[in-house]
């Protein structure tokens, strides 16, 4: 018990120090801006003097004959492709050039020859070959994942995801993520769950957990707001072994909203409500779920790789007339990984806060790779 303990206030200091660090560095330094003066040009006349020479004047990407290129250049008329990175994203590969996130160096660097403001005009020129951007969220608004609450943002990633018991029953429960977008709006996940339990009279035995298949659609988005709002259903399939801790014997239902929302100093918030319905309540009762976290992000330097600590409040109670809520405490970090910034780690401990003596703490943490940027073993 104490060195549970132990380790939670180390989690928690660690958690804050980085956050003041988050706070001292939020003023960014700025890219350095030409000093002599000159006309004011659009979106269109930067794009068409600085990029259109490789990328083609509709943005489709010029040909390979004419480039001398052997790799192709994007096609941003694709908005699958240019809806999905930030805005600071792409202004730090046109100021830095494709290396800087371990992109083909033949992508130069402009950061000498045109201002902050000239680049972002250039950008939101860029955007508007994808002819229905508004269908389309942002890149904005895919915020850090946290360890437990459902993000709003579709995604196509990959994580792997364990916890282990600091307290009580030895366990240890992994859970295998795949994640894909399906048009504009949409996504689909499997998870497949991988338990270890010590039995008292068993020992050590594990399995198959309740394997899940779910879908998740955004309902509204703003890039301007910095908002989001989803609706998803999951689908809990009784695969694993009840007498073996591996699962609740029965298929549960489980409907959600999920919403996220961009805050001052590169902070957000991000929530979920929904319910679990079990097909047979005799066997596992129904449950009601909220959940918040509240984080920022931050890098050390100008082009540093970010951390995100964050902070989670989960709370459930079942449908039973005297059941009682449950509510947990998550702090924990997210960090950078790749230098393409697409493979992440995240840990923290979840700490239960209310019927303490009959609940444990475990440790968490996920490793997750977003394999649309590119393999795994890429842009390190």
């Known amino acids: 018990m104490i060195e549970c303990r132990t380790a939670i206030l180390l989690l928690l200091a660690t958690g804050s120090v980085l956050w003041g660090a988050s706070l001292a560095l939020g003023a960014k330094p700025k890219a350095a801006r030409p000093s002599v003066p000159r006309p004011y040009l659009s979106g269109q006349q930067l794009y068409r003097d600085a990029c259109a020479s ?3 004047v509709d943005g489709r990407g010029a040909a390979r004959y004419a480039t001398g290129f052997d790799v192709a250049t994007p096609d941003f008329t694709d908005c699958s492709f240019a809806t999905r990175e930030p805005d600071a994203d792409w202004s730090t590969i046109v100021q830095e050039g494709g290396p800087v ?3 083909d160096r033949l992508m130069p660097a402009f950061g000498d020859e045109l201002s902050e403001e000239e680049i972002q005009r250039t950008l939101d020129y860029v955007r508007g070959f994808c002819g229905d951007m508004s269908c389309w969220p942002r890149g904005e608004l895919n915020f850090p994942r946290p360890l437990v609450t459902s993000k709003a943002y579709p995604e196509d990633e990959a994580a792997v995801s364990t916890s282990v018991a600091l307290e009580g029953q030895n366990a240890v429960f992994n859970q295998l993520i795949y994640e894909t977008r399906i048009g504009a709006r949409g996504a689909a996940e499997v998870v497949l769950p991988v338990g270890f339990n010590q039995l008292e009279q068993q020992g050590w035995t594990g399995g198959l957990g309740d394997v899940v ?8 988005f703003s890039h301007h707001t910095g908002s989001i709002a989803s609706a998803a259903l999951e689908a809990v399939l009784p695969t694993g072994r009840e007498d073996r801790g591996l699962g609740k014997g029965v298929a549960i239902l489980e409907p959600f909203f999920a919403i996220g929302q961009a805050l001052p100093a590169d902070s957000f918030i991000q929530g979920q409500v929904g319910a679990e319905l079990s097909t047979d309540p005799d066997k596992a009762s129904h449950e009601l779920f909220w959940r918040a976290v509240v984080g920022t992000s931050f890098s050390f330097t100008r082009l540093g790789r970010p951390f995100s600590p964050m902070i989670e409040l989960l709370g459930a109670r079942e449908f039973e ?9 998550v702090p924990q970090l997210q960090a950078t990984l790749s230098k393409r910034q697409h493979v992440l780690a995240a840990a923290g401990v979840r700490i239960p806060v209310s019927q303490v003596s009959e609940r444990n703490a475990y440790f968490m943490m996920y490793l997750l790779w977003d394999w649309y940027d590119g ?6």
């Open 54 to 56: 490789c990328h083609g």
């Open 101 to 103: 996130r371990d992109f």
């Open 213 to 220: 298949l779910a879908t998740k659609w955004a309902l509204f």
């Open 321 to 329: 007339d005297e059941a009682e809520i449950q509510w947990d405490l």
């Open 375 to 380: 393999s795994l073993f890429e842009g390190w």
